[in-house]
């Protein structure tokens, strides 16, 4: 076994007794060198992992960290605060440092950071592995980070607090197609100030840039202190909108390492098909091949019986949750081509269940149809530039029905940026410009994500079709 047995016992005691706080450990050789540099949520958990028995045997710390095993003579730590102050802690000493093991376990890839770009009007908050590409001259970077998973969840948890951009749009102050443009979906959920939509003045959001700056800088009691300080003033000085915003920021402050449940604003007709969905968000990334995180995904349903009372449905997750009041529904008029002029699908697809399909059936014609009116209807301000896409857009059929969108989505000048089917019964997906489907293990999160927008969009759609026919047998 590596390392001495005896030596490890010692460590392992020590580390247990570790108070339990987030913090940075320094493993360290028998000359004092630092080996490798970490960040914990509980200290005495994590360093104690590095000793127990089983983390040798198991290969538990990985076939790059066991070899530092042997050479771990001591440990120090640093408290902190907070989950993300012991991230930056852990940044500035490897950057600081250069410790040879964290080398060693990303010398095969690029580090990511943070860069908020301060020369822009409206500075965007963004993750990046070149935060030296031109369109980040002269921005404010922080980096390099171990993990871009951890960076992603921080920043997503900040953008609550301080409501910045993470969209690449140019928003100039003062620009008269700010006024008429749609914010995305972080507005309505007040994780984004949008500035897109002239929503806020220049001033009053690059005040929170700056404050957020400020949180990234300092250690959170000092930040705290400040804001309270600033309250005040505002308060003495009757600014009661601005003593307002800076509660607001303290009290999220405080309640930042608060850790909600999955049932935390979830719908009962999905909670039962899915249970993690920052998991299943980053594993739906990884299989669709997208570079930024996905934070919003739209589905869209087609429901009738035997022709008649055909309505769709769009249903919206917001970082893998449903955002109910975003919901809508569709009275299908007729043609199904929603003013596009996209003429029938008339090659051979595929159906709900992804069998082949020919065009004498009408049902699937009509299908194709509602699709490409429902995805025109909804998608058409995005088209002209006047609102962002989400950054998913599933389709529930097989190759059929994501050739339809894809038709009413040509007639658009601005394109989405990915559109996906998911196929009943086998539960394949369909990608955008790819001829095979991707099929993935019933247990992948990825896929259950998905499969729970897409059963909310059918309830959504039968919920209304019902409605509708229920009215015609009737007569209410």
């Known amino acids: 076994m590596p390392g001495n047995r005896e030596k490890l016992d010692e460590l392992l005691k020590k580390a247990r007794a570790l108070p339990k706080v987030p913090g940075v450990y320094l493993m360290k050789d028998d000359k004092g060198v630092v080996l490798y540099v970490g960040k914990a949520a509980k200290l005495p958990e994590r360093v104690s992992s590095y000793f127990v028995p089983s983390a040798a045997h198991s290969g ?21 605060e907070t989950e993300w102050e012991a991230l930056l802690t852990e940044n500035r000493l490897i950057k600081d440092i250069h410790p040879r093991f964290n080398a060693a376990l990303t010398d095969d890839k690029t580090f990511p950071y943070l860069v908020i770009t301060v020369r822009d009007d409206f500075p965007g908050v963004f993750i990046t592995r070149d935060p030296n590409a031109p369109e980040y001259r002269g921005a404010k970077v922080y980096g390099p ?48 100030s949008a500035p897109c939509g002239a929503k806020i003045n220049r001033d009053d959001y690059r005040a929170d840039i700056q404050r957020l700056m400020r949180f990234l800088d300092s250690k959170r009691s000092v930040m705290l202190r400040e804001l309270r300080q600033e309250m005040d003033e505002a308060s003495e000085s009757q600014a009661y ?19 909600g449940s999955t049932k935390d604003n979830w719908q009962p007709e999905a909670e039962s098909y899915y249970q993690d969905p920052k998991k299943g968000l980053e594993s739906l990334r990884k299989t669709l091949g997208l570079d930024k995180p996905i934070r919003c995904i739209e589905c869209i349903d087609i429901a009738h019986l035997q022709g008649n009372e055909t309505v769709g449905s769009k249903v919206c997750f917001v970082d893998g949750r449903p955002l109910k009041n975003e919901y809508r529904r569709y009275k299908i008029k007729g043609d199904g081509l929603g003013g596009t002029g996209v003429s029938p699908v008339m090659d051979q697809q595929q159906n709900h269940d992804g069998q082949d399909a020919r065009p004498t059936s009408n049902r699937i014609n009509d299908d194709y149809a509602s699709i490409r009116e429902v995805v025109s209807r909804r998608y058409s301000e995005a088209g ?3 609102e962002l896409y989400p950054d998913v857009i599933v389709i529930d059929g ?23 089917s998911l196929a009943k019964k086998e539960e394949l997906i369909y990608v955008q410009a790819k001829a095979e489907p991707i099929r993935l293990s019933r247990n992948n999160l990825g896929l259950k994500l998905v499969q729970a927008a897409r059963d909310e969009a059918h309830r959504f759609a039968q919920h209304y079709h019902h409605i509708l026919r229920r009215k015609r047998v009737l007569g209410e």
């Open 60 to 80: 538990g710390l990985g076939p790059k960290k066991l070899p530092m095993l042997e050479l771990i003579d001591d440990f120090d730590t640093i408290e902190c």
């Open 145 to 192: 980070f171990t993990g871009v998973y951890a960076l992603r969840e921080a920043i997503q948890l900040l953008q609550r607090i301080f409501k910045f951009r993470t969209c690449s749009l140019t928003i100039l102050d003062g620009d008269p197609k700010n006024s008429r443009f749609r914010p995305c979906l972080l507005y309505p959920i007040k994780q984004c």
């Open 241 to 259: 909108e601005k003593a307002a915003v800076l509660r607001d920021q303290i009290n999220a402050i405080e309640k930042l390492d608060e850790r």
């Open 384 to 386: 002209a530039g006047n």
């Open 398 to 420: 097989g190759l059929g029905q994501l050739h339809a969108a894809q038709e009413a989505f040509d007639q658009l000048d601005v394109k989405p940026p990915m559109v996906i």
